[in-house]
Nanobody, 126 residues
């Protein structure tokens, strides 16, 4: 049974950093494209970052470019989202998602991903 478990969220002050992890089980993650998404209260879920199966392609929402980094460790069946210079507007529930398709370039559309984690809360506040 495929399962995605996010971790690493929490409360951080503006300018701080967090590293989110997404551990997959029940699949071989190297065959899946990975996306990170977020949803703030009262807002639609939006794409944050994605990475292709062989890490040849990454993409970021304009709002996080230069601040966030995405990576994957296929040997550990885990993906990561490194978030630096966090802002209050980054506050949201962050989700990882996967799809068993090689996208090149990777894509940030929520409709393309089949499997989702339960999410982890990130709160950026003083």
């Amino acid at each position: 049974q495929l399962q995605l478990v996010e971790s690493g969220g929490g409360l951080v002050q503006p300018g701080g950093s967090l590293r989110l992890s997404c551990e997959a089980s029940g699949i071989t993650l190297e065959y899946y494209s990975i996306g990170w998404f977020r949803q703030a209260p009262g807002k639609e879920r939006e794409g944050v970052s994605c990475i292709s199966t062989e890490s040849k392609s990454t993409d970021f929402a304009d709002s996080v470019k230069g601040r966030f980094t995405i990576s994957r460790d296929n040997a550990k069946n885990t993906a990561y989202l490194e978030m630096n210079s966090l802002k209050p507007e980054d506050t949201a529930v962050y989700y990882c998602a996967v799809v068993n398709v090689h996208f090149d370039p990777c894509l940030l559309s929520t409709t393309l991903y089949d499997y989702w984690g339960q999410g982890t809360q990130v709160t950026v506040s003083l």
